[in-house]
C-alpha cells in the first residue's frame, strides 16, 4: 500500500519527537549516560589495593554506562592529600583509604567539594598456619564458632615489646624475635591506620594527646623493630605471598586483599589448600579498624564518579569480584563459593581512629 507524502511526513516528526524524547530520558539517567556516546575522562589518584578493582573490565564497562572513564595513579593514602608533586597534577578526584584524609586533605588546602565513602575493608593481620598455631597455644590467637581467628593484638605487641622470641611464642620454626610488619605509615593508609590502631591499644583507650605523650616511645618501637617498611599495601601482600613464612611472618593488610587474590583464580587457591606447605591464614585483631575508602571529589565532574560508584552494580563487583564491603561495612550480594566461611559477615569489635591532629603527630614522631 502506497504511503501519502502528508503520512510519511507524520511519522518522521513522530519518529523525532521520540527520539528526542528517548535522547533526554537517557540524558537525565546517569546510568545510561554511556548509551549516548559521550564519555567524560577524569584523572585521580588512587590507593594501590583499588588498582585492580578499577582494571576490572565489568568495572570498566559500568563506569562507560554512566559516561565516565577513568584515569588513575595509585599513590599512598596519605602522600596523595599532601604531597604537592602530587596535588600540582590537577586530580579531579583523590581516593584514599581512611576517611581520615579527608581532614588532612582540607588542613592541606585542598578544595573538596564532595566526599562520600565508597567502599569499607577491616584492616586484618596476614600469618600462616604453623604460625596461628604456636599462637593458639600461646594464648593471642582464639578460634571463633564460625571458624575465624582472633588475635590479641595487644598482647602480640607487648610481646614484641618486651622483645620474646618466636620460639617463646610457640613457634619453633622461626628464629629470632617475635615481629609484625606494616606499610609505611607515612606513606601508606594500611600502615597509617595500625599506627592509630597501635597507639590506641598502648593507650587503653582511643587515644587522644595524652596517650600520645605517654605511649608514643612505645609506638615508635614497633615500628623501629619492623626494619624496612613498603610503601604500598599490594607490594607488601605480594611480598608476603612470595617470602612465605620465613620471609614474612606476620603482616599488616586489608581483608579484601586475600579475597581478591582467591577470586582471580579459584583453582589456585584450591591447590595451596590441598599443598603440605605453610598455608596463608587470616586474622582479626580483637579490636580493628576499619578502613573506610571515601572519594574526595575536586572537580564537578567528579560528584558523576561519586554517584557511579555507589550504584548497586558497581557495589556488587565490588563485593562478589574484589572483597570490598559497602559503605556501611556490609557485604553486597552473595560471596563466592570459593571464599564461604573465610569472613566473617560483620566485624563486632572496632575501635574509631584517633583525630587527625593526634596522627599528624603520631606520623612526625614515626618518621623521626
Partial sequence: MAISRRAFGVGLLAAGVAGTGGYFAVKDRPELQGLLGNSTKLFGFIGGEKEAFLADRDVIGALHSHGLEINSRVAGSVEMVREQALLSQNPAFLWPSSSIMVDIARQNGIKIRNDRVILNTPVIVYSWQPVVDGLIKAGLVTTTSEGQHQLDLKALLD???????????GVSSLYGQSRIVSTD??????????????????????????????????????????????????????????????????????????????????????????????????????????????????????????????????????????????????????????????????????????????????LDKLAA
Wanted: glycine content about 10%.
Fill in 159 to 169: 610481646a614484641v615489646l618486651a622483645g620474646t622470641t618466636w620460639s617463646k611464642l
Fill in 185 to 362: 605509615p607515612n606513606r601508606s593508609n594500611s600502615g597509617f591506620m595500625f599506627a592509630g590502631l597501635v597507639l590506641s591499644l598502648l593507650s587503653g583507650n582511643v587515644a587522644n594527646a595524652d596517650g600520645l605523650a605517654q605511649f608514643g616511645d612505645k609506638a615508635q618501637a614497633i615500628f623501629r623493630n619492623m626494619g624496612f617498611k613498603s610503601s604500598s599495601s599490594g607490594k607488601l601482600f605480594e611480598q608476603y605471598l612470595a617470602g612465605g613464612i620465613g620471609g614474612e611472618p606476620m603482616i599488616v593488610g586489608y581483608e579484601n586483599q586475600l579475597v581478591e587474590w582467591i577470586l582471580a583464580d579459584p583453582q589456585r587457591w584450591k591447590r595451596v589448600q590441598a599443598s603440605n606447605g605453610a598455608k596463608p591464614v587470616v586474622l582479626y585483631p580483637h579490636p580493628t579498624v576499619y578502613s573506610a575508602h571515601p572519594l574526595i571529589a575536586i572537580d564537578e565532574q567528579a560528584d558523576r564518579v561519586i554517584e557511579a560508584l555507589i550504584s548497586p552494580r558497581l557495589q556488587e563487583l565490588a563485593w562478589t569480584k574484589h572483597g570490598f564491603r559497602g559503605p556501611l561495612g556490609t557485604a553486597t550480594g552473595d560471596a563466592d563459593s570459593a571464599i564461604a566461611g573465610l569472613l566473617p559477615a560483620e566485624i563486632d569489635a572496632v575501635l574509631p581512629m584517633p583525630d587527625a591532629n593526634v596522627m599528624l603527630a603520631l
